[in-house]
């Protein structure tokens, strides 16, 4: 919200209080001051003139040439081109070096011939109104010479207050409610603003029917002989420093009321309402309207309606109808002042998506006394200034509201307390006080009225007399306290636990760089992962159109911007720690089910010919998490073929981890589907290998534990040697593995597959599989009998498998 | 050099004497050399083993002779050897202590390496400092219900603070909600854990905004709790100096000032003295103080809504923006980074 220093100025003395002090003293107090201007800097460049002659230009029909005095020794000869200029004129002028609004520096030129010194401003050129046909007369008693700004009143200041912390303020919503604030901040009065009627005639108050609770009050004030003309300069002057331009004298003092109480109104020409008078009830379905906007809106039961007869002329506390536009030759108005339901008007503008000066402050709970003091406030400020209007009739004032006014009971004690600082009873009484409360001492400590400005929305709690005194008594003078407690360590965490030792692992012998994503994905992205039509949780209003779902796992969040990554770096491994959500099959509005999962991805440039038959970005990626399972401490756990692989994985290609005691599924490691790549942008130059695991936090924190490890060391020696063997393509590597096992019969300490080839000299249809294999015993050194014997059972087993020993 | 092989024509002429292995041996450059110095005297056709193969033939009184003779030649030139052998090794050494070749600006080669998401690195900083109070930290739904985001914090519908929230609503009847901040698990910490308690609650939350360079829908959060007796504003003073000397390493001027939010009682907002300047910068726009904490003491109807009687128990709250926090600490000039996955950024941490 805007406020004009000068504004404030109306309603107290701001005498020794600077614009900025002002301001710090609101933000520390009050609300939060987002930023002070200088109103219009321009016109403190600007001085008043006087058109002492003026000759027609002699090469230009439509060009003056004046004199102007704008006292100094020298008079400026300056060229002029509006109608309207004529000697004796006081005028703006922008001399030689000004600038103007626009960046326009005034220079020194000639005009067909002629010199000219400077610029006779319009209103428009200085960004005062519309108007350009003509120079801006500034009124007779101008002083020359003088700063425009001060010579009309526009030396302002304007204040911009985060409208955010006013929101449980609606008494805030105008200049007076903040002079109020100021009085109490600074102690000094507010100035006396009279709120009585101005004398009305005896005709007949104008007919209102209130037929529903969401309007309490209505008040109908019947105006003859109102013209709408131009506003005087200082209504003029006040709207446009709080960025209102000014149309007409009414519709000015309509928005000034407003912003100066807080109160809107609105005025309708009783000539466009039918005879039978205002009715003020809820929409019906399939009823319309339109607004003075122009648009048409659909309405529903939910939305309240000011009608003339039935037909509806406002959507009430929002905007007027088209057909009840003042017009400039009305001269019987009526003036509405009304209190409607914050959450009905609420609910009618967020859903139209029509917020208004006045939904703004309905909204907010407005004071139901506070009409009265805004029409009589209208009545009078409309008599000064165009003295001949008249009140034919009293005002119709209708409606069922209580004053809200109440009373709490303030223990001084609580006070203390609630704040840690020993204010004394004098203090506290004097700031509520000076805030516009009555305190008056009472049994249990002092009995606080609550004025009903305050009393809508805003102090209800002894809580909230707690926060008047500390805000004016200032928090920053209350010093800090250390709490006493006895402190015991937190519980364990095993989430959290799980969480720091899996990120560590990654990111320091798994060199993967951790990443966060929004939990958005894209349309775009599902489709191409074939994961569309799985059950997502949706946004109804997505930031922007197919950001709609919210993300089931991880995988697809880092498969996103894997082609951005694989651009700049041969190698991308990436892993992030997050949520996915399913939502409930059964029911959209029951809470989805929330995944704690942890996703990783390692994309490559392809591997060559040449590598190891394990360098690829699924074998690595497999052995990242084999190790991440095994740090984690995760009891036994092998690798099974996925019966379910997800969709974006090879159908062939994907394995899960699985705890041999309890069959939990711990993780997935799958390749990409090749089918995926192109779409993914992983093709041509960034034809990449992609491996892609998700880990299930809670599984792991769900799953058996191993225990510690540790073997005592070996105490005899063991032998190593190098085995290799041909069998055929189908026969798996773990066989082999077992029949290593089997052969040494407990004495194989470690067998390593070390090359995996085919080619030529296995032939067709076969693959050779080669191993570091030790053999060890606890119980003596093994000598190369031993080895023998292995060697003999293992060939024996490799001949089962319908392989054969090779010799290197 | 004599050939060994025409030595032994007569054993008196040309005997191979010791002199001769040692001055060959004092020759040799490498150990290669010697290799062969060493095949030549002691090696199995070598020198000594046709000389002691000689012993048969020779008349039976020299016999003891010859026999000495092969033995003090083979121990002479294995010893001679064994010198020889160290005295390369040693000059081998003294050659590489001299270092030629060595330039000490030749870049090393960096080991590959993993990161810690710079969020991640501050959140773990702020829980570590954060148990080190006796603070317990929680976790919550990012998705939620309107009555955990908004009801029970004292934010009925059709209530005007819900504009600043700027919701995202899921399908449905619309009760279930994108959090728009952390402090819903307020209230289902107040519903699950016994006061007096202390927790703090990192996490996402969701803001339906255009975004540009400070603004983001999506940002990480810490909110924190508070609840025991007789707690009043001047221990929330105290506890967010605390914090705040955790975060900066440092003693800032902090000034409270109103701040409204519905579901504490006063409300305040904390700036701190902009750590980043002495006169005016960039981050606080000037001002010289930056907006950090969003506090208060806790409404007394949001106690009530966690089952904890406001007229026993005390609370103060307070959040902190995460997102905000890894920014100026790093002077990240573009919040979209935190979220954007781009390797170029991450790798930095
Ligand atoms: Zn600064």
């Not at chain 1, 008043?48 to 102007?68: F, I, N, Q, Y």
């Not at chain 1, 929002?318 to 536009?325: D, L, P, Q």
């Not at chain 1, 939990?519 to 950001?547: C, Q, T, W, Y």
């Not at chain 1, 959500?581 to 490559?604: F, I, K, T």
Request: hydrophobic content about 40%; some cysteine; proline content about 7%.
């Amino acid at each position: 919200m805007y406020v004009s220093y000068r504004w404030l100025g109306r309603h107290i003395d701001l005498e020794g209080i600077s614009p900025e002090q002002l301001c710090e003293d609101l933000t520390l107090s009050t609300a939060e001051v987002e930023g002070i201007e200088k109103f219009a800097p321009h016109l403190s460049a600007v001085r008043v003139g006087k058109v002492e002659t003026r000759v027609p230009h002699p090469d230009a029909d439509k060009l003056s040439v004046c004199t102007v005095d704008i006292g100094e020794e020298e008079s400026l000869n300056i060229v002029c081109g509006a109608p309207n200029v004529d000697a004796g004129q006081k005028v703006a002028v922008a001399t030689v070096g000004t600038v103007l609004p626009g960046d326009f520096k005034i220079k020194k030129s000639k005009i067909r011939g002629v010199e000219s010194r400077g610029m006779i401003c319009s209103v428009r050129e200085l960004e005062l109104g519309e108007d350009h046909d003509g120079i801006w007369v500034l009124p007779e008693e101008a002083e020359i010479g003088q700063p425009v700004a001060d010579a009309v009143g526009l030396n302002d200041w304007v204040i911009e207050i985060d409208n955010k912390s006013l929101t449980h303020r609606p008494d805030l919503w105008g200049h007076r409610g903040i002079a109020a604030e100021i009085a109490a901040i600074y102690s000094r009065p507010l100035k006396p603003l009279s709120f009585d009627w101005p004398e009305w005639g005896d005709g007949a108050p104008y007919p209102i029917r209130i037929e529903t609770p969401a309007c309490s009050r209505y008040i109908g004030l019947q105006i003859d002989g109102a013209k709408a003309t131009e506003s005087p300069d200082w209504l003029k002057g006040l709207l446009l420093a709080v960025g209102q331009r000014s149309i007409d004298c009414l519709v000015d003092l309509s928005n000034f009321v407003m912003l100066d109480l807080g109160q809107p109104n609105h005025t309708f020409d009783r000539h466009a309402l039918d005879s039978d008078g205002i009715a003020i009830r809820m929409a019906r379905e399939g009823e319309q309207m339109t607004t003075l906007d122009g648009e048409e809106r659909d309405l529903q039961p939910s939305d309240l309606l000011i009608c003339s007869g039935d037909r509806p002329v406002a959507l009430a506390g929002i905007m007027g109808g088209e057909g009840s536009k003042v017009g400039d030759t009305t001269d019987a108005l009526l003036l509405e002042i009304a209190t409607f339901a914050p959450a009905v008007v609420r609910r009618t503008s967020s859903r139209l998506g029509l917020r208004t000066d006045a939904s703004a402050r309905f909204e907010k709970s407005l004071d139901p006394t506070l009409p009265q003091r805004a029409g009589a406030h209208f009545a009078r400020l409309l008599r000064e200034l165009q003295p001949d209007v008249r009140f034919p009739a009293p005002p119709t004032d209708v409606g069922e509201w209580t004053d809200p006014a109440h009373t709490l009971t303030l223990r001084p004690e609580q006070v203390r307390r609630e704040l840690g600082k020993a204010i004394p009873d004098e203090e506290i009484t004097s700031i509520l006080k000076r805030l516009g409360f009555g305190v008056e001492k009472s049994e249990a400590g002092y009995a606080v009225a609550v004025p009903s400005s305050r009393s809508t929305k805003d102090v209800h709690l002894d809580r909230d007399l707690v926060e008047e005194v500390g805000r004016i008594y200032r928090y920053g003078n209350i010093e800090e306290k250390f709490m006493r407690a006895d402190i015991t360590p937190p519980p364990k965490d095993p989430r959290r636990h799980l969480v720091r030792a899996l990120q560590d692992r990654l990111a320091g012998a798994g060199r993967f760089h951790e990443t966060l994503s929004y939990s958005f994905v894209h349309d775009a992205l599902l489709e191409k992962l074939g994961m569309l039509d799985l059950p997502h949780v949706r946004i109804v209003n997505p930031v922007a159109h197919g950001e709609e779902r919210i993300r089931r796992s991880v995988a697809p969040s880092l498969l996103a911007g894997l082609e951005t990554n694989r651009r700049l770096l041969d190698d991308v491994r990436l892993f992030e720690v997050g949520k996915g959500y399913l939502p409930d099959p059964e029911d959209p509005n029951r809470e989805p089910q929330e995944l704690h999962l942890a996703g990783l991805v390692w994309a490559s440039a392809p591997a060559g010919a040449g590598a190891r038959f394990d360098a690829h970005a699924f074998n690595r990626l497999q052995g990242v998490v084999t190790d991440l399972l095994d740090h984690l401490e995760a009891a036994e756990t092998h690798w099974r073929p996925a019966p379910a692989p997800p969709l974006w994985a090879h159908p062939a290609k994907a394995l899960e981890a699985v705890c041999t005691e309890s069959g939990d599924v711990l993780a997935v490691v799958a390749e990409l589907d090749p089918g995926l790549h192109a779409g993914l942008g992983l093709s041509g130059e960034q034809a990449s290998e992609v491996a892609v695991a998700e880990v299930s936090i809670d599984a792991l924190l769900k799953a058996p534990q191993r225990g510690s490890r540790y073997k005592t060391l070996a105490r005899y020696p063991g032998i190593k040697l190098d085995v290799a063997i041909a069998l055929p393509e189908t026969t798996a590597a773990a066989e082999v593995h077992s029949a290593i096992k089997k052969a040494g019969k407990g004495s194989v300490a470690d067998a390593e597959l070390f090359d995996l080839y085919r080619g030529d000299s296995v032939g067709a249809g076969r693959k050779s599989l080669a191993y570091h294999v030790t053999l060890q015993s606890e119980k003596k050194t093994l000598t190369e009998k031993d080895e023998q014997k292995f060697l003999k059972r293992f060939e024996a087993l490799v001949g089962e498998l319908g392989g054969e020993l090779r010799n290197g | 050099m004599s050939d060994p092989e025409s030595g032994d024509a007569g054993n008196d002429s040309s005997a191979p004497t010791l002199a001769e292995a040692e001055a060959k041996i004092l020759a040799c450059e490498s150990s290669e050399a010697l290799k062969e110095v060493e095949r030549e005297y002691v090696g199995k056709q070598g020198v000594v083993a046709r000389l002691l193969a000689s012993i048969p033939d020779a008349p039976p009184e020299e016999r003891p002779e010859v026999g000495k003779q092969a033995n003090i030649l083979k121990k002479g030139v294995q010893q001679a050897i064994q010198a020889r052998q160290q005295g390369l090794a040693d000059a081998r050494v003294a050659t590489e202590r001299e270092g030629q070749g060595f330039d000490p600006s030749l870049p090393p080669p960096r080991p590959q390496r993993g990161s810690l998401h710079p969020l991640t690195q501050v959140t773990r900083e702020l829980e570590d400092l954060f148990q080190s109070m006796g603070y317990r930290i929680l976790d919550g739904p990012e998705i939620e219900t309107d009555y955990y985001n908004f009801e029970a914090l004292n934010i009925p519908a059709d209530h005007p603070a819900r504009d600043s929230h700027d919701t995202f609503f899921c399908e449905g009847d619309g009760h279930l909600v994108l959090r728009t901040h952390t402090s819903p698990v307020q209230i289902r910490a107040l519903e699950n854990l016994e006061p007096p308690l202390r927790v703090v609650i990192p996490g996402k939350v969701f803001r339906h905004e255009s975004t540009d360079a400070s603004h983001d829908h999506t940002f990480h959060q810490m909110e924190g709790l508070v609840v025991d007796r007789d707690i009043s504003v001047a221990h929330l003073i105290g506890a967010m100096k605390t914090l705040l000397r955790g975060i900066f390493d440092r003693d800032l001027e902090v000034r409270l000032r109103p701040g409204y939010f519905p579901f504490v009682e006063p409300g305040f907002e904390l700036d701190a003295r902009c750590p980043f300047c002495e006169e005016g910068c960039r981050v606080c726009k000037r001002t010289r103080w930056i907006e950090l904490l969003p506090c208060g003491l806790v409404h007394p109807n949001v106690l009530r809504a966690g089952g904890v009687d406001p007229e026993e128990w005390g609370a103060f709250a307070f959040g902190l923006g995460l997102s905000r926090l890894v920014m100026l600490r790093h002077a990240i000039d573009d919040v979209r980074h935190l979220l954007g996955g781009d390797i170029r950024f991450l790798e930095q941490f």
